[in-house]
């Protein structure tokens, strides 16, 4: 692993014309890969697709001035929405607001009391499970997009993937999915070919949305509603954000504050939620997608990626409504592949990594595939290693040492 540098400052982005474009460009590609998930995830959550892409822009422009994780992208989420569905459903949409309010001050007290330094105590097979089980549901969640009867959908599905891996090598200043995004919407649009689209998913179009209005009283009979969904929400949220905080660390080589992120998660959950949103966290898939793919190092990345996110879903919600569903899956799929740890799976690996590190990994990848939920396989992982006789886990301590370069603050 190589040594630590910092993240690079805003600053000195700006006054380098060549980066500033890099940053940028990140930023775009970042924006579009955010869209169907967060308008999928508003589904899940019960709640409408607009509202969860403002929500969306107003979470990752929060981070990229409070987070602590440069390069880093926040939005509503997936495990967020799977902890409001049931509530939305079981009590109604109202109690969306004070459920949200409540969690984004229990993230700032966490991270206020500096508890987000308890993430250094997560096993490094627990990291390489979440990492891996991240990859899977990644993945599979692309596999409705392409896998089609119809010749031209997996046809834009193979030629996405071709474009991704390929244009790298002979255009270096423009990201690859960014090319694969605009080339193959305009040869279907220009075709007229009718296929599944961005626009298909949930309504985008339309304006600013207001103040969300408090339509419950902040009385006890409340709390006593929104109490549990609060704390799942908050949790959900600081391991999802905190874990992927110290897997960028680690991609980079630079390092970031938990304690920061923790408290600017919550700060920015609880903005979100007066713009009717539900609560976000950082997605893995879209932080690879500009850490990897878009080469995004600093703030400057994530900012152009609330705004670009801003101005599609405002000014240009119709051109982003043709994009195909199959370009989209493709790129996603590419970041499920470059997510998963394959080192950790190879022969030689296993056999000579510890058993204890090879059932944690596997325990914590199955408890989140199984269940869709991160948290659930991260704490399935944590027990595992916990109820492990002494002898097993007496020589994965070796390898447990051997921590992330992010130096916590």
């Known amino acids: 692993m190589s040594s630590v540098h910092a993240s690079p400052s ?3 982005i700006l006054r380098s014309p060549s980066l500033f474009m890099r940053e940028t460009l990140a930023g775009v590609i970042t924006a579009l890969a955010l869209i169907p998930e967060v308008i999928s995830f508003s589904v899940v959550a019960g709640v409408d ?13 929060g981070l990229s001035v409070m987070g602590g994780r440069p390069a880093m992208v926040t939005a509503a989420a997936g495990s967020v929405a799977l902890v409001i569905g049931p509530m939305v459903h079981q009590h109604g949409a109202q109690y969306i607001l004070p459920a949200v309010l409540l969690a984004g001050v229990i993230q700032i007290l966490f ?17 390489t499970g979440f990492v891996n089980a991240l990859g899977i549901l990644i993945f599979f ?5 392409f896998w089609s009867r119809s010749p031209l959908i997996v046809g834009l599905f193979v030629l996405t993937l071709l474009i991704v891996l390929w244009a790298p090598r002979y255009i270096k200043s423009v990201p690859s999915p960014l090319i694969a995004i605009v080339v193959l919407t305009l040869y279907t649009v220009t075709s007229g070919q009718l296929l599944p689209t961005v626009g298909d998913e ?5 304006g600013l949305p207001g103040i969300t209005q408090m339509l419950v009283p902040l009385n006890l009979q409340t709390l006593s509603i929104i109490w549990p969904y609060a704390l799942s929400i908050a949790f959900v949220g600081l391991m999802e954000s905190l874990l992927t905080a110290k897997l960028v660390d680690e991609l980079t080589a630079t390092p970031s504050s938990k304690r920061r992120e923790s408290m600017g ?16 966290c950082a997605m893995i898939g879209q932080t690879i997608v500009n850490v990897e793919m878009g080469k995004g190092r600093s703030r400057v990345s994530t900012f152009a990626a609330g705004l670009v996110l801003l101005v599609l879903v405002t000014a240009l919600s119709e051109v982003m409504a043709k994009i195909p569903m199959a370009v989209l899956a493709g790129i996603m799929a590419i970041v ?12 030689a690996t296993v056999k000579g990594a510890p058993v204890a590190e090879t059932l944690v990994m596997l325990v914590t ?45």
């Open 111 to 127: 991270g206020a009391l500096g508890m987000a330094r308890l993430m250094r105590f997560i096993p490094q097979a627990v990291m």
């Open 265 to 280: 998660l919550g700060v920015a959950n609880i903005m979100a939620g007066f713009f009717g949103g539900i609560a976000g």
């Open 49 to 61: 697709p607009k509202v969860s892409l403002f929500a969306s822009v107003v979470l990752c422009l």
């Open 141 to 145: 969640a692309q596999v409705p997009h």
């Open 202 to 206: 949930g309504s985008i179009g339309g």
């Open 365 to 409: 990848v199955g408890a989140t595939v199984s269940t869709g939920n991160l948290a659930i396989g991260v704490v399935g992982g944590i027990i595992m290693m916990v109820i492990l006789p002494a002898r097993l886990r007496r020589k994965h301590a070796v390898t447990a040492e051997t921590a992330s370069p992010a130096q916590e603050k």
């Open 10 to 12: 805003a600053l000195s």
């Open 336 to 347: 499920a592949i470059k997510t998963f740890n394959w080192q950790s799976i190879r022969p």
